[in-house]
Nanobody, 128 residues
Framework: QVQVVESGGGVVQPGGSLTLSCEVF????????VGWFREAPGKEREGVSC????????RYLDSVKGRFTISRGNVKNTVYLQMNHLSPEDTAVYYC?????????????????????WGQGTQVNVSS
């Protein structure tokens, strides 16, 4: 059984940083596409970042480019989202997701329907 667990959310002041973690159980994550998505109150879920298999590509939502970095941990089955220079517009529930049909893919996208394993989300609040 595949389980996706996010952690690391919290409250941070504008300009601050947070690192979100995503650990996946029951799945050998190294060769699969992983994505981070977020959903703010009253808004649709949007893709923030994705990473293809280790050594492949990563992609970012335009509004987070240069501020957020997705990375695969040295501990297998773990992915991180480093978020710097946070603003109130980044406030949302952040979700980690895996595309279970993407074995060996060197490409990724930010389309949520492509991902079939999802975590429960972690709340990020950016507020002074």
């Amino acid at each position: 059984q595949v389980q996706v667990v996010e952690s690391g959310g919290g409250v941070v002041q504008p300009g601050g940083s947070l690192t979100l973690s995503c650990e996946v159980f029951g799945f050998f994550l190294e060769y699969y596409v992983v994505g981070w998505f977020r959903e703010a109150p009253g808004k649709e879920r949007e893709g923030v970042s994705c990473a293809s298999k280790r050594g492949g590509i990563s992609r970012y939502l335009d509004s987070v480019k240069g501020r957020f970095t997705i990375s695969r941990g040295n501990v297998k089955n773990t992915v991180y989202l480093q978020m710097n220079h946070l603003s109130p517009e980044d406030t949302a529930v952040y979700y980690c997701a895996v595309d279970g049909n993407s074995y060996g893919s060197s490409w990724c996208n930010l389309v949520s329907r492509e991902y079939n394993y999802w975590g429960q989300g972690t709340q990020v609040n950016v507020s002074s």
